[in-house]
């Protein structure tokens, strides 16, 4: 049976974690794979309970971590070279950045393995100032020489991983794309939407919008503040914000909020308290979440392929998002999203407000997104793509 050391950067709830997590408990018994990753940092929230519901135990490498020190990445490049002498795996696949490099690393000095890395974002633009991207670039073309096979999550992906960065050559990537288990965002809607609705005191004729992720820079939270205070002012509907998610940006984004005159409410929410904006903090259940939202923002100016959107159409939910990394292989633009310029609150802002207003269409393009990704997204077709890249690889 062929062996997998399987390494993400780090046990935090989003895509990597999902999808590392699915292939180890699906691909079995056909491969024995062993899933090795970082902890997740203090203000972002744990995956274990994905783990845990799939029976997975993984092992934690507590020197991986998020930001590059020399001491805890050394320290974490000789753990994992003590995990893959012991395990001795037939292949190595690495999942997004910091694993890539660590992981990458170890494998190529191990030299017995098959070495595969898959890109669920970049860290090419947006992200860093100019010199040091280009270190990073530099990283990356060298460790994809001596990979076997990279993986981009989508084909605009693939586009800017060979033709606009010219990381590796063209025969050298696979577009899989991810894969989820989404029959929980069908399941007892309306009993989860009157639960959400209840708790945060939102009325039937209110329209909640949220937006989902880590409250970080790449995500520009601000353009969705900025856009919604102009949503605001052309409106007579009543709209509510819910930023979920939790990170550096928490305090920076509060100010904002005041700057703009949003009242919000941050953190728990008393019975009987309302605001325009509320910080929720982290929702583990999104299913239970989404069910309650009546439209799904994103307002990145990077991403790979942004799991809220692929949930927000199982969902059923209209989506208003930058037109940003892979967004637009993942959405039908005017069917099932609307997408607007990097950064332009003006659209962005239209955007919404057309949603807003116009209940049938926001019915429309919920319907939509769940034809769009009930089969493309689902974690079966991920097993039998993966299956088929690794035979390729081992034979």
Not at 171 to 181: A, R, S, T, Y
Not at 283 to 293: E, Q, T, Y
Request: charged share 25%.
């Amino acid at each position: 049976m062929p062996k997998v050391l399987r390494i993400i950067n780090r046990f935090n709830l989003g895509g990597p974690t999902f999808n590392a997590a699915l292939l180890t408990k699906y691909m079995a018994p056909e491969y024995e794979t062993m899933l090795i990753g970082g902890r997740e940092e203090s203000s972002e929230e744990s995956s274990q309970h994905i783990l845990n519901d799939l029976g997975i135990k993984a092992h934690y490498v507590d020197e991986m971590q998020r930001d590059i020190g020399l001491s805890n990445d050394r320290q974490a490049y000789l753990s994992i070279k003590k995990i893959i002498k012991e395990f001795q795996p037939d292949i190595i696949h690495t999942h997004a950045s910091k694993a890539g490099a660590i992981g990458r690393s170890a494998g190529i000095a191990y030299g017995k393995a098959k070495i595969v890395h898959t890109f669920h974002g970049h860290v090419f633009h947006s992200y860093f100032g100019k010199v040091k991207t280009k270190v990073y670039q530099h990283i990356e073309r060298a460790l994809a020489l001596k990979t076997d096979k990279i993986i981009a999550i989508s084909l605009r992906q693939k586009l800017e991983l060979t033709k606009r960065y010219r990381i590796c050559s063209e025969d050298k990537v696979e577009v899989i794309p991810l894969g989820f288990d989404l029959s929980r965002f069908q399941e007892n809607v309306e009993t989860k939407r009157k639960s959400f609705r209840a708790k945060y005191n939102l009325e039937e004729d209110e329209i909640a919008i949220g937006i989902i992720g880590r409250l970080v820079p790449i995500k520009n939270h601000k353009l969705f503040l900025a856009s919604l205070k102009q949503v605001l002012g052309k409106t007579k509907k009543k709209v509510r914000a819910f930023l979920i998610g939790d990170g550096e940006e928490r305090e920076e984004l509060k100010a904002y909020a005041t700057l703009l005159g949003l009242d919000f409410v941050n953190g728990d929410f008393e019975p009987g308290m309302k605001a325009t904006v509320h910080f929720t903090s982290w929702i583990k259940d999104v299913d239970w979440a989404n069910s309650g939202l009546d439209i799904i923002a994103l307002s990145s100016l990077n991403e790979g392929t942004p799991v809220s959107l692929i949930e927000a159409q199982a969902s059923c939910k209209p989506i208003v998002s930058t037109k940003v990394g892979g967004v637009s292989n993942i959405v039908i633009p005017n069917e099932t999203a609307l997408l607007s310029p990097s950064n332009c609150p003006d659209s962005f802002s239209e955007n919404l407000l057309q949603l807003i207003e116009n209940e049938e269409k926001r019915a429309e393009m919920g319907r939509r997104g769940w034809e769009l990704v009930h089969e493309k997204y689902h974690y079966s077709r991920l097993v039998h793509d993966m299956n088929n890249l690794y035979t390729g690889l081992l034979h």
